[in-house]
């Protein structure tokens, strides 16, 4: 029996079904699995096999998902770089990988093999050679330095997906990379469902999407989702087929949430949680306007210390390539995720790296972005730091309005509405204008004050 027997049998199951939708043309599973036989012999052809490592560089597409699923069947350790993320050097990576082939997936659809320069194992990659275990490295966003690499075993990551739930159709908004957008494409086609793909991120032609595939399942960024309100274009596309939105990623300020719950009154919205070095956990929000939510679920479990979410999961990680155990000696993995805890209902305040220090207190960019959002004309707000000599930081708040308006009126009933609703050091001390809204190359929030 091959690795992903279990989910090619459903790819034979569903052989006349649509499985994906690429460029406007629908594959059918039987199509898809006639390329993942394709691709097995290719990679096979380049000595590629059980233990093997290599990068695959692409978006999602039908030739690199069968790529992806014919490396984990043949038993190879995968690292999907999505194509559009410039910053991740592709060297570094095959070195601190020890991959021996670059897979890049063209505008085409076409793949083009690049040797690499042979390096060892890492020791967590060593381990999933030694069990026979196929694998995926997952780097996740950092903002300096060489991103931490997930090393991911992935007979134990995929699991949960052997559970038959329902058949959806969801587009793959996250990224080929992300350990969202392996979670939506596996989800869909483990249930016999449909992955809508897009060529890029753009709200319209996210829209498009929605309308002309009956999209169910839209699953984004709260940035994101904010950008298709101020984009001004939701009233050109019919998006009655949305089920369900998913949001994850960041903090969803409740004033913004209450903003999509009006512009979407037919879709459900749900808080996922989830991380590179977890998987995702099953969530449930209090409802559809709130960012209350329990998470956990079979293979999960969670507990509180000082504040913090930690998490203990049948899918965690092996460990990082280029960093320390994050885990506690029980086995328990601190997501650095500051919590307030209601019963079984928690809701993220912010991760501790995001904390801005005044003084010694403690500012948490996402509550000063919710009240500021509160606020009439405001569309959006960035909220960062900026250093200052004597307190350590100052608060910064960049917003994005609706219509122009003069600066001194903005900034004096910015400033009264802040001091109503927060202490003195959580209120912004300098207020910017911004022109338009900083993305990551990951669609979140950029807080960077540039």
């Known amino acids: 029996m091959t690795n992903i027997a279990w989910l090619l049998k459903r790819f034979t199951d569903n052989h006349g079904s649509e499985a994906l939708v690429w460029r406007d043309r629908t594959w059918s599973y039987g199509q898809l699995l006639e390329l993942v036989v394709e691709a097995r012999a290719n990679l096979t052809g380049l000595g590629l096999g059980a233990g093997s490592t290599f990068i695959l560089d692409a978006d999602f597409s039908p030739r690199s998902i069968a790529v992806l699923l014919a490396g984990w069947d043949l038993g190879c350790i995968v690292v999907p770089i999505a194509a559009h993320v410039a910053k991740i050097n592709r060297a570094d990576i095959g070195r601190f990988c020890g991959a ?11 793949l083009v093999s690049l040797r690499m320069a042979n390096h060892p194992a890492p020791t967590h990659v060593a381990t999933l050679q030694e069990i026979g275990a196929p694998g995926v490295i997952l780097f996740t966003s950092g903002s300096t330095g060489l991103p931490k690499g ?86 050109e596309f019919d998006m009655s087929s949305l089920k369900l939105i998913n949001y994850a990623t960041e903090v969803m300020p409740e004033p913004l949430l209450r903003r999509l719950v009006s512009a979407f009154p037919q879709a459900e ?70 919590v307030e805890v209601d019963g079984d209902w928690i809701r993220v305040k912010g991760r501790k790296s995001d904390i801005i220090n005044v003084g010694g207190e403690k500012v948490y960019p996402a509550e ?47 400033r009264q ?34």
């Not at 021996?100 to 076409?110: A, F, P, Q, R």
């Not at 900026?386 to 960049?398: D, F, K, L, R």
Request: proline content about 4%.
């Open 150 to 235: 997930v090393v991911h075993d992935v007979t134990a990551l995929l699991r949960k997906f052997q559970v038959p739930r329902h058949r959806q159709r969801l587009l793959t908004f996250l990224l080929f990379d992300h350990i969202g957008g392996i979670n939506t494409l596996c989800y869909a086609l483990s249930n016999g469902g449909c992955a809508i793909t897009v060529p890029d991120r753009d709200v319209r032609t996210v829209c498009c999407a929605i309308q002309n595939h009956k999209v169910e399942v839209l699953p984004a960024s709260p940035t994101f989702l904010n950008l298709m309100l101020l984009s001004g274009v939701l009233g």
């Open 417 to 450: 509405h802040c001091y109503n609703r927060l202490p003195p050091y959580k209120v912004p001390v300098k207020i910017k204008i911004g022109t338009h809204l900083a993305l990551s190359e990951r669609f979140k929030k950029d807080r960077r004050n540039d």
């Open 100 to 110: 021996s082939w670059h897979l890049k997936v063209g505008e085409g659809d076409s």
């Open 269 to 338: 919205f749900r808080q996922s949680y989830g991380m590179s070095e977890l998987g995702i956990l099953r969530s449930k929000s209090r409802d559809k306007q709130s960012c209350w939510l329990k998470v956990g679920g079979e293979g999960f479990e969670t507990r509180i210390v000082d504040g913090i979410l930690q998490i203990k999961a049948e899918s965690s990680m092996l460990g990082y390539i280029n960093a320390n155990s994050p885990f506690t000696a029980d086995g328990w993995f601190n997501t650095q995720d500051e």
């Open 368 to 414: 000063v972005e919710a009240v500021l959002l509160e606020l009439e004309n405001v569309a959006d707000a960035v909220v960062s730091r900026e250093s200052h000599p004597i307190i350590g930081n100052i608060v910064i708040a960049t917003l994005h309005l609706v219509h122009d308006e003069p600066t001194a009126k903005l900034v004096n009933r910015v």
